[in-house]
């Protein structure tokens, strides 16, 4: 056979084959599709359900030991009047003990402080009983938030309206790209929140003979906000 023949045939069955590979690619790009990384997110404000209480009890002296005792003392009182309130739990926060100087450095004795921690979904309740506690203690901190139960709720009914909002999100999107559907090949969901920072409060020590009664706590909880995420990966077909 001649030789130009060959090439010929041999040039010939190459551009079949590239034209057959090319076609063969088209095909296959056009069944896998475009893909596209997408994100949805549905929040919501929830009004908080439980309220938290620190309060604390500070003595100082020349000795730590008899401080020690005044102090747990103290608290155990405070947790005893607050577990016979209906709804309120109570817990022994942070004790420590600090070593007291004066300003040349010599040492000038001992400073106890210990707290309690008090929570509640009553929350008036536990804002009564914070406002007698306080009356000879100190108030440490007061923050709202939500319960774990109302945070799960929510949580499951924004999941639902996230996934909605990412599909009709990525419908668009197809649409857009001229394409009459899609698939969802991987997703992601994420939850968050926040709630309101807690409030200051006076350090102040309230004494028995005080002219004046403590302020009423605050029992208006707030808002906490609850955010689901729904990012993922979805192929336009």
Do not use: Y
Request: hydrophobic letters at 45%.
């Amino acid at each position: 056979m001649p030789h130009s023949l060959r090439a010929g045939r041999i040039s010939l069955t190459w551009v079949l084959a590239c034209a057959l590979w090319v076609t063969a690619w088209a095909a296959h790009a056009q069944a896998v599709g475009t893909a596209v990384h997408l994100d949805a997110q549905a929040r919501a404000a929830v009004a908080n359900d439980e309220m938290v209480l620190t309060l604390a009890v500070e003595r100082d002296g020349p000795q730590p030991g008899p401080l020690n005792e005044q102090v747990i003392a103290a608290l155990n009182s405070a947790l005893a009047e607050a577990r016979a309130v209906e709804g309120v739990r109570g817990r022994l926060g942070s004790v420590w003990t600090q070593p007291l100087t004066t300003r040349e450095g010599r040492p000038q004795g001992w400073r106890v402080r210990g707290e309690v921690v008090l929570e509640s979904a009553r929350i008036p309740a536990l804002a009564q009983l914070g406002g007698r506690l306080a009356e000879r203690m100190l108030l440490a901190g007061v923050q709202f938030r939500l319960s774990p139960e109302r945070r799960r709720a929510e949580e499951k009914r924004l999941v639902a309206e996230a996934i909605g909002a990412f599909r009709a999100r990525a419908a668009d999107v197809a649409a857009a790209f001229g394409h009459g559907g899609f698939t969802v090949d991987e997703a992601t969901v994420r939850t968050a929140g926040s709630g309101p920072p807690p409030r200051p409060v006076s350090m102040a020590r309230a004494s028995a003979d005080a002219a004046a009664a403590p302020p009423p706590l605050p029992a208006e909880g707030g808002e906490s906000d609850v955010v689901v995420t729904v990012s993922g990966k979805v192929t336009l077909r």
